[in-house]
C-alpha cells in the first residue's frame, strides 16, 4: 500500500457518506413519489452499505475484487430501485436516490473491473 491510498480510502467513505445524507435530503424535499416507503427501505440498505462497506474498505486484506463487485451490485440495486420508487416517468422528473452514492476509485477501476457512472 503506497502512502496516499490510506487518506484516498477515508475520502471516499467521507464522500460516501456525505452523498447517502444528500439522498436522505432529497427523499424527504421532493415529495410525489409514488412508493416513498420503498425510498426509505433503500435509504436504508444504502445506509447500512455505507457502514459494510466504510469498514472492508479501511482494511486493506479486504480490498479486492470480491469487495468491488459487491459494492457494485449493491449500487445498481439501489439504482434499479428508483422506478419502484418514483412511478411513472413524469415531465420534470424526481431525483434518483441512489445516484452518485458509490464512488468508484480510479486505481480500482484499473484492476480491470467493469464500472459505470450514472449522470443525474
Known amino acids: 500500500m503506497t502512502g496516499i491510498e490510506g487518506p484516498f480510502w477515508r475520502a471516499i467513505a467521507v464522500f460516501r457518506v456525505a452523498s447517502l445524507v444528500y ?3 432529497l427523499l424527504l ?3 410525489g413519489y409514488a ?5 426509505w427501505l433503500v435509504i436504508c440498505v444504502m445506509a ?3 457502514a459494510v462497506a466504510t469498514f472492508a474498505y479501511s482494511s486493506p486484506e479486504l480490498r479486492g475484487r470480491a469487495l468491488l463487485a459487491a459494492d ?3 449500487t445498481l440495486g439501489c439504482l434499479l430501485a428508483t422506478p419502484l420508487v418514483q412511478g411513472v416517468y413524469r415531465t420534470g422528473n424526481l431525483p434518483v436516490t441512489g445516484t452518485r452514492w458509490s464512488p468508484v476509485p480510479r486505481s480500482v477501476r484499473s484492476t480491470g473491473s467493469c464500472a459505470a457512472t450514472v449522470p443525474s
Do not use: F, I, S
Not at 412508493?35 to 425510498?39: C, D, Q, R
Open 72 to 74: 457494485m451490485l449493491v
Open 48 to 50: 447500512l452499505w455505507t
Open 35 to 39: 412508493h416513498p416507503v420503498t425510498g
Open 29 to 31: 424535499r421532493a415529495g
Open 23 to 25: 439522498a436522505v435530503v
